[in-house]
């Protein structure tokens, strides 16, 4: 069955250090992959999607990256957090007329 | 305006109540998502619809294309269905025809016992 797993659920960081999200997907292959944000009191916004690896497309300009070392991998990064990076984030997968998956998302508080 | 409403923002009722979520959009889709959100933050897709209706036990979404509408119902509602409740449609990106996923900003269902 397919399942995606994404980690840490819930991370502390100062401002200026670096981040990483993973996310891993099982069950498909070559899926179409999405990081997404929701901050305090807003929907869920777009960051980045793929749709195969090495292949990044940005949504909107941030203090964030992507990366998809490997088809069923989905990196987020930072090289340096800010306070405005506080917020849940979520990865996803999703085919063309296919069910889409989401993970269990990662609340990311930056002090 | 977002490209997804939903209505309303907050909804609270009693056990047993008969419950309408709505969400409107205003662009071209393949599909719409009904989600559940959690306080713990992970989500769960309920429905994913293309036209007509789907029921699954005590949910029913509906959809309309023509109206860009959908509403999301919860018969006899019990409180393990406080969550948000998150609409979600699928949409062609400019390039290579891949499908994004724009979000409402979800209803945050209550039911008191």
């Known amino acids: 069955s397919q399942t995606i797993h994404q980690w840490p659920a819930t991370l502390v960081q100062p401002v200026g250090s670096p981040l990483s999200l993973e996310c891993t997907v099982e069950?498909?292959?070559?899926?179409?992959l999405y990081w997404y944000r929701q901050a305090a009191g807003r929907g869920l916004q777009l960051l980045f999607y793929?749709?195969?690896?090495?292949?990044i497309s940005s949504e909107v300009p941030q203090n964030l990256s992507a990366s998809r070392p490997q088809d069923r991998q989905f990196i987020l990064s930072s090289k340096k957090l800010l306070l405005s990076d506080s917020g849940f984030y979520l990865c996803?997968?999703?085919?063309?007329?296919?069910?889409?998956?989401f993970g269990q998302g990662t609340r990311l508080t930056v002090v | 305006k977002n490209e997804v409403e939903q209505s309303p923002q907050n909804l609270t009722a009693q056990e047993g109540e008969f419950i309408t979520i709505n969400c409107s959009y205003s662009?071209?889709?393949?599909?719409l998502h009904w989600l559940q959100q959690h306080p713990g933050g992970g989500i769960v897709s309920l429905f994913m619809?293309?036209?007509g209706k789907k029921k699954h036990g005590r949910l029913i979404a509906t959809i309309n294309i023509q109206e860009k509408h959908s509403s999301l119902h919860i018969t006899a509602s019990h409180p393990r269905d406080s969550a948000v409740y998150i609409c979600?449609?699928?949409?062609?990106?400019?390039?290579?025809?891949?499908?994004?996923?724009?979000f409402g900003t979800g209803t945050r269902l209550t039911i008191i016992p």
């Open positions: 619809l293309s036209s």
């Open positions: 662009v071209g889709i393949s599909a």
């Open positions: 793929s749709v195969g690896i090495g292949q």
């Open positions: 996803a997968w999703a085919r063309v007329n296919t069910e889409a998956f």
């Open positions: 069950g498909t292959s070559n899926p179409n």
């Open positions: 979600a449609v699928r949409s062609k990106m400019t390039n290579f025809g891949n499908e994004k996923l724009t």
